[in-house]
């Protein structure tokens, strides 16, 4: 039993600003790393960033320097930091875990619902 709750998504004009917030909860062992994906319609679901367990993190090319990844690993919550926003970034952002489940060893993977970003004027 593993939860991902997702907010901070909403309609934002460009130039503006948004936090997304993923807490994790359940069944987990261990958190190896978290983060976000993006899919727009009609269009394949993406990478945004990811944040590691010990603090590496990696980002899509198209969000370097507007978009900032962290976590609190006390409250097993990751933050996406979303700056200068573009209609481009207009997506629904799903939440990735990657974890070993309490009583197992093997790292798996757990997507949230998904939050609307909608960047417009």
């Known amino acids: 039993q593993v939860q991902l709750v997702e907010s901070g998504g909403g309609l934002v004009q460009p130039g503006g600003s948004l936090r997304l917030s993923c807490a994790a909860s359940g069944s987990i062992r261990s958190i190896n790393a978290m983060g976000w994906y993006r899919q727009a319609p009609g269009k394949q679901r993406e990478l945004v960033a990811h944040?590691?367990?010990?603090?590496?993190?990696n980002y899509a090319d198209f969000v370097k320097g507007r978009f900032t990844i962290s976590r609190d690993n006390a409250k097993n919550t990751v933050y996406l930091q979303m700056n200068s926003l573009k209609p481009e970034d207009t997506a629904v952002y799903y939440c990735n875990l990657d974890f070993v489940r309490a009583a197992a060893w093997e790292i798996q993977r757990y997507w949230g619902q998904g939050t609307q970003v909608t960047v417009s004027s």
């Open positions: 944040i590691y367990s010990g603090g590496r993190t």
